[in-house]
């Protein structure tokens, strides 16, 4: 029986919306058959969020929206919108 | 005191607190990439303590402090952190040839809340391949409070800036910015001198204003196409590609609290981001106090 390994997409959005676009990506491959490291490439995966499930991907987190902390209301910090994917391959 | 003429503008002080760099290619002659390339080999590079005023650092003959006392490179520095500034630290940072992975995506030192800023040098003595893995930069980072580490998870972003670059070139950035040594796929070693400026002086215009006329300043007709905006307003104004749609406006709104104060000009605004949300009457109508 083959075993199975995930491998994991973060996408970072311009919104909240899954359907907008993508302005930051990150993937972690447990099967080892790709190595993603910092700068390893300039342009996304994918055109939107969307556009990663048509092709297979599953979403398990979906950023929540919280509203600001009081007094840090035009502080700018981690991305907001944060979308987590993840297939699942056999090995 | 270094001649007006090698001071930056303020144009190119507009884009440095938009985007948190400036970039000047090819700035330092082959002599003296070449010598600072033999005292880096020689590790003959000596640090200074922490704070030392930085005329007392990198003495004759060094080839770093001909470099860092060129009037090109004085000009730069006098013009974002003052006369005579202090020395941070130093670092001379080296990435291995056929390395597996790169550095993780960070800012440096600790998270920084100040409108004070320092400025590193980050100065590559040789030729840097897009395979030699040059530092990575991330424009329009600088004021996202975050902690070092914090987004090492953080691998790319739209509009990135993977330094390729001649030998001689300087890139001059924020504290804050977010950046990363690449990952070095070519079979040599990858150079990259930096060193860590403070200002010693209250950072108010330090730079040439001579162009600073008014008109950057005033009020203008938003959204309005037809309209031609001041450049510096419109510097200021601009997204950077990886800005959340709504982040992306405090962004504008940081910097034109970073411009008032560098300018000392507390009314200073683009695209009255900030004037509106500094409207707050007190005066009531008919003037009848209750």
């Known amino acids: ?28 491959d447990g099967t080892g058959k790709e190595a993603h490291t910092t700068g390893d490439s ?50 | 005191m270094v001649d007006k003429k090698y001071l930056l503008n303020s144009i190119q002080m507009a884009q440095f607190v938009a985007k948190g760099y400036l970039r000047f290619d090819e700035l330092v002659p082959k002599a003296i990439n070449d010598r600072i390339m033999q005292d880096i080999d020689a590790g003959a590079v000596k640090p200074a ?11 004759p003959p060094s080839a770093v402090g001909e ?34 992975s790169a550095q993780a995506m960070h800012g440096d030192s600790t998270i920084d809340t100040r409108l004070a800023f320092d400025i590193q040098l980050m100065y590559f003595p040789h030729d840097v391949t897009r395979d030699m893995g040059g530092t990575l930069i991330v424009p329009g980072s600088q004021y996202r409070r975050i902690n070092e580490m914090d987004i090492a998870r953080y691998q790319n972003f739209l ?13 001059i950035v924020h504290h804050g910015i977010w950046h990363c040594g690449r990952q070095n796929k ?20 330090l730079w040439n204003t001579d162009d600073l ?7 203008q007709i938003l959204f309005d196409g037809s309209h031609k905006i001041p450049e510096l307003q419109a510097i ?46 007190e005066a009531v109508r008919g003037g009848i106090h209750f």
């Open chain 2, 236 to 281: 200021l104004n601009s997204r950077e590609p990886w800005f959340e749609n709504g982040d992306g406006r405090l962004e504008v709104i940081n910097r034109i609290k970073q411009w008032r104060f560098l300018t000392g000009d507390d009314h200073f605004d683009a695209y009255y981001w900030l004037t509106r949300l500094e409207n707050e009457p």
């Open chain 2, 186 to 205: 070519s079979n040599q070693k990858r150079y990259m001198f930096k060193v860590r400026l403070n200002p010693a002086v209250r950072q108010l215009r």
């Open chain 1, 1 to 28: 029986m083959a075993a199975i390994r995930q491998k994991i997409l973060i996408l970072y959005l311009a919104t909240s919306a899954l359907d907008d676009v993508v302005k930051g990506w990150t993937v972690y």
């Open chain 2, 49 to 59: 303590a922490a704070g030392t005023p930085l005329s007392q650092c990198y003495l």
């Open chain 2, 67 to 100: 470099m860092i006392r060129m009037p090109e490179v004085a000009g730069i520095i006098e013009s974002l952190v003052g006369p005579d500034p202090l020395f941070d630290h130093q670092a001379v940072h080296v990435r291995e040839p056929n390395e597996d």
């Open chain 1, 42 to 91: 300039d342009q996304p995966p994918y055109k939107t969020g969307l556009d990663a499930l048509k092709d297979g991907w599953r979403l398990i987190q979906f950023p929540q929206l919280i509203p600001p902390y009081p007094g840090l209301e035009l502080t700018t910090s981690f991305q907001k919108y944060e979308f987590v994917f993840e297939k699942l391959e056999e090995v």
């Open chain 2, 159 to 171: 509009g990135q800036i993977q330094t390729v670059c001649k030998a001689g070139t300087l890139l």
């Open chain 2, 213 to 219: 006329t008014g008109e950057e300043s005033k009020p």
